[in-house]
């Protein structure tokens, strides 16, 4: 039975965030018809798979790992964008970030699965994956990769599941319009919220105290997925540098993206009110930072280990310089340094059409960069001697192919499905603040809420 | 070593690291779980000393 | 004829024309200290290398970990002042010119260090004459030279209205030569408008040209050990790492010498315990990142296992330079302790006994007594019991929790006196800091790939003169500080203005949409 009437915080654009909830249209589901349509292909090209073998990849001795791994840490490094934005910019103290957090944070969501789907569908024998739980050696990077993701899904969930719950009240107590089966769901997934001052303060120490376990988290989680490659010595993956570098391609491609979904969800919501060209240009003073980084690192990596010389090494940097995997690596560094750099500097302030241009580059960059530091070395490993004739070369089949295609499809299904059913906008975080002004970062932040009038 | 041996036992062992990530996932439910309710109860009367994060 | 709050005038200007007995004396100490390392330098020069231990294969040792140890500290100077300003953070203002002060300094003796580690200084020439491109020591040598000009000038520019106020609010009886040199360095500042606009674009311009040079400076730095094949220096993690480690040195520097300026010139009105508290935020990010910087590295090695890595690491982890490397590491988390677990314990629980200092002062003699058993444990027959495996765990073990109830025990002193436990954490990573470029230099010389063992100890010369180079960065500060103000006289006043107005503030309304708003229909799945 449900008490007296619960608290939300006003928010004058209420109507805007909560439009896309209460009505779907009928183009998108077309959409959704589509992308069901290539999950569907991905899913007959894993039961092929799953028929005759991973033959039907390209993957083959000494390249063991391809595209699903490549898709494996790019998803999982595309998850970081939303812990980034919710988390670490708001113990950065930047307000900015507020109407952003959710849209980020589902990201995160829904590409998680999908990450880890990955390594499943890349097993030949997915039911052995229940050897690392009940043979797994401790100092294997494979059960602390484990591990680490599940304990970062887990929390994500919780995160974002905790920053919804007052706009999951919301929904319960204004969408009196929606089916019966919609309305329970709120309720039961509203766990009595009723906004009562005392519960918002708790809700944002959670959140605050969170923030910080999850910023630990994102830089150990993927820390120890590239330990999965910097622990064997393979040359070319044995570089302690590659805790750093996939930490930072990650907040680099995550960054990206949320901007790309941002943009859309701009256009297609309406949402110009809500998602100012202010936001985007402090992503992109962020993301000038992140391109700057990602360049440092890839000169720290190259440099140290080009001027080595050792035996082991070269080949995999010829490889990637000059040899099989030129085209692709001199394609990454265009599309994800030189022309988004160009782009954000002297095209991007308050043109959000450039800034997406930029960003989807800089995506396809990224994807391609996870699989010039997988496949390179495997084509070159430590005992090159061995590798006899005909051996060392590795093309993607149509398998492989669908099954990628199929997983950007279900992220795309996921997150629209969610913003049909939840707003996207985080409506209580970018309620009016009643006496507060933007406070330079580091000072403590006064919350005031349980009153409708101002102070 | 003395102390090496530990380490070195623990390095050798094999398994099984199901322990590992069911402490460590188990122990972050119960947290989450315990957190959940501590944020919907919110109607005591609030600790004399806050963690107010600065 | 610029005027300044008759209050700055009283704690910042009137100091600098008032010279007392204890500057004297401190200038004094210091400058013997330094007459003595030039001395030992003087020797050295005369004598040849050889009054050094270094030899083959150890040819870079104390001197070239003083040089990186002072660079690194340069760093404070970038970070408060250049990085700061960049993200718009009000509270640096009182402290710019501390930082930069120290920035400025650090990178004169670090450069002498590598002057001083040469035997044949003349040598030095070549570089210019007949330097290749390709060495990462030219790219040293530029980025070094251009940072430097660079933070010269990030020092003047601030510099310059202070000069000029100086000029207008000296006392009538300061000495002639003082009033010529600020009126020189003013370089006729007028303090209209106009220079204003160009004063500022310009440190704007030289703020966020700087940190670049910055990173790359100690990235570079880095690059010269690890271009080499040389195991433990090999490594691609060497850039970023360097500059965490020269960032996270520098604030502990800057900590040391807010804090001497605050006591000896009473400044406590200008440098608060905002400064402390923020300072101490970057401390424990740079703390923590520093942590997983040296994890990934030597990880990596662990799990690796390749032959001539592994015995750099494994002389690190329990050979010869276990004592350093265990040292460091326990100044690190102490340092990290220092700044967060204050914070963390409520006032309720002062009274329990373990928070009684007179229980760490316990905790630490117990623990003091133990160590001395255990490392005499393995030459005296009385003890032999103790050196058995279990007993030696046991030993360690108790040891550790020894040392975490006293750390516990002084947790509420620490808390009750947040600048001087933030200067002690400054002083840790400092000594820490400079122990972390020995654990990086050392192991590697003395286990180099192709030579099997090789040992070195420093000298009397090399310990001297590093003692004097300590000795001349702090006189260089001290007599610079006499001269010229301690806090950033018109950065400050700005800052108050800024804060003024701010209070008045009112959250503009965001940009009107071009679209109407959604009317929303009848439900409909």
């Known amino acids: ?455 | 070593m003395h102390i090496g041996e530990l380490i070195s036992a623990f390095f050798t062992s094999d398994g099984p690291g199901g322990v590992v990530v069911i402490t460590v996932v188990g122990l972050a439910a119960g947290i989450y779980f315990w957190l959940i309710r501590w944020i919907l109860r919110g109607s005591e009367p609030e600790e004399k000393e806050r963690y107010r994060f600065k | 004829m610029l005027a300044i709050d008759a209050k700055d005038k009283e704690k910042i200007v009137m100091p600098l024309f008032r010279t007392s007995r204890a500057f004297i004396a401190l200038v004094s100490a210091l400058g013997t200290l330094a007459l003595i390392g030039v001395a030992a330098y003087a020797r050295q020069l005369y004598l040849g290398l050889g009054v050094t231990n270094m030899d083959r294969p150890v040819y870079w040792s104390t001197y070239m970990v003083n040089f990186i140890f002072f660079i690194g500290i340069s760093h404070a100077g970038t970070l408060i002042s250049a990085i700061l300003r960049v993200t718009g953070a009000e509270w640096r203002r009182p402290i710019t010119r501390v930082a930069e002060a120290i920035t400025v300094f650090a990178l004169m003796i670090g450069t002498l260090q590598i002057i001083i580690d040469m035997g044949r200084p003349d040598r030095l020439a070549f570089t210019i004459l007949n330097g290749r491109l390709q060495s990462p020591i030219i790219w040293d040598i530029v980025s070094v030279t251009v940072y430097f000009l660079s933070s010269i000038t990030y020092l003047y520019l601030p510099l310059m209205p202070d000069a000029a106020i100086l000029r207008d609010n000296c006392p009538p009886d300061a000495p002639a030569w003082q009033v010529k040199m600020y009126t020189l360095l003013a370089l006729g500042w007028r303090g209209n408008r106009a220079q204003w606009v160009r004063l500022e674009k310009g440190i704007a311009f030289l703020a966020v040209f700087i940190i670049p040079v910055a990173i790359s400076v100690h990235s570079i730095i880095s690059w010269i050990l690890a271009t080499t094949v040389q195991p433990g220096w090999h490594s691609t993690i060497f850039g970023p790492y360097f500059v965490i480690g020269a960032i996270f040195s520098g604030i502990g520097a800057l900590f040391l010498a807010m804090t001497g300026i605050r006591k000896a010139l009473g400044l406590e009105g200008y440098i608060g315990l905002r400064q402390y508290r923020n300072l101490g935020l970057l401390f424990l990010t740079m703390n923590a990142l520093w942590f997983y910087f040296t994890y990934a590295e030597n990880l990596g090695i662990a799990a690796g296992q390749q032959p001539e890595e592994f015995v750099v690491l494994a002389a690190k982890l329990w050979g010869e330079f276990a004592p350093t490397f265990w040292l460091m590491i326990l100044m690190m988390v102490a340092a990290f302790w220092i700044l967060v677990v204050p914070k963390l314990l409520p006032a309720s629980v002062e009274r329990v006994a373990v928070f009684q200092p007179r229980v760490a002062f316990a905790s630490v003699g117990a623990a003091v007594i133990l160590f001395a058993l255990v490392s005499l444990s393995p030459r005296t027959p009385a003890l032999a019991a103790l050196s058995t495996a279990n007993s030696l765990t046991l030993a360690w073990a108790a040891i550790i929790a020894l040392l975490i109830f006293a750390a516990l025990g002084v947790t509420f002193w620490l808390k009750a006196h947040p600048v001087a436990s933030a200067t002690i954490a400054g002083g840790i990573v400092l000594v820490g800091m400079w122990l972390e470029r020995w654990n990086i230099i050392l192991p590697t010389v003395t286990h180099p790939r192709l030579i099997p063992y090789a040992a070195y100890f420093p000298s009397l010369t090399e310990g001297l003169v590093t003692l004097g180079s300590l000795a001349l960065f702090v006189m260089m500060f001290v007599v610079f500080f006499k001269f010229f103000p301690a806090v950033s006289i018109w950065e400050v006043a700005e800052g108050r203005v800024i804060e003024a107005a701010q209070s008045k503030n009112i959250m503009p309304a965001p940009e009107p949409s071009k679209t109407g708003l959604l009317r929303p229909r009848k439900f409909k799945l």
Request: proline residues 5%; aromatic residues 14%; neutral net charge.
């Open chain 1, 1 to 455: 039975m449900r008490p007296a009437t619960s608290y939300h915080p006003q928010n004058k654009n209420e109507a805007v965030i909560l439009a896309p909830v209460r009505r779907v249209t009928f183009e998108e589901r077309w959409l959704w018809a589509i992308l069901l349509g290539l999950m569907g292909l991905g899913a007959y090209a894993y039961l092929t798979q799953w028929n005759s073998g991973l033959g039907v990849t390209g993957l083959n001795r000494p390249v063991y790992w391809g595209i699903y791994i490549t898709n494996f840490v790019f998803f999982i490094g595309l998850a970081h964008s939303g812990t980034f934005i919710s988390a670490i910019l708001r113990l950065a103290g930047a307000g900015w970030r507020k109407p952003l957090t959710r849209a980020a944070e589902a990201i995160t969501l829904f590409s998680l699965p999908f990450g880890v789907g990955s390594i499943l569908i890349d097993m030949g024998r997915p039911d052995r994956v229940l050897n690392i739980m009940f043979y797994g050696r401790f100092q294997s990077p494979l059960l602390w990769d484990i591990t680490a993701v599940s304990l970062y899904l887990f929390s994500s969930i919780v995160f974002f599941y905790l920053s919804l719950l007052p706009d999951i009240a919301l929904c319960r107590d204004r969408l009196t319009e929606a089916p019966a089966w919609q309305q329970k769901m709120y309720k039961i997934l509203a766990l009595g919220w009723m906004g009562r001052p005392e519960q918002f303060e708790r809700l944002e120490r959670v959140l605050d105290g969170m923030a910080i376990f999850m910023t630990l988290l994102v830089v150990t989680v993927h820390t120890v997925v590239s330990w999965v490659f910097g622990m064997t010595v393979q040359p070319g993956w044995h570089t302690a540098l590659i805790g750093p570098f996939f930490l930072v391609g990650a907040i680099f491609s995550g960054t990206a993206a949320v901007v790309i979904v941002l943009a859309i969800l701009r256009r297609v919501y309406h949402m110009e009110n809500v998602l100012p060209v202010s936001l985007f240009n402090s992503l992109r003073k962020l993301l000038i930072v992140f391109t700057v980084a990602w360049l440092y690192m890839m000169i720290a990596e190259f440099l140290t280990a080009s001027y080595g010389g050792l035996a082991d090494e070269m080949p995999v940097i010829w490889q990637k310089f000059t040899g099989d995997f030129a085209g692709l690596f001199w394609t990454m560094a265009l599309a994800v340094f030189v022309f988004p750099i160009l782009i954000f500097v002297f095209l991007g302030k308050d043109h959000i059409g450039w800034m997406v241009t930029a960003c989807v580059l800089i995506n396809i960059g990224m994807w391609i960069e996870r699989f010039v530091v997988i496949v390179p070395t495997e084509t070159r490993p430590r005992l090159v001697s061995t590798l006899m004739e005909g051996m060392g070369n590795y093309t993607p089949s149509w398998v492989e192919i669908a099954i990628t295609v199929s997983l950007f499809a279900g992220l795309t299904l996921l997150y629209v499905v969610f913003t049909r059913f939840f707003p996207i906008v985080p409506i209580w975080e970018t309620a009016e603040e009643t006496a507060e002004t933007e406070l330079p970062p580091v000072e403590p932040r006064r919350k005031v809420f349980g009153t409708r009038q101002s102070l």
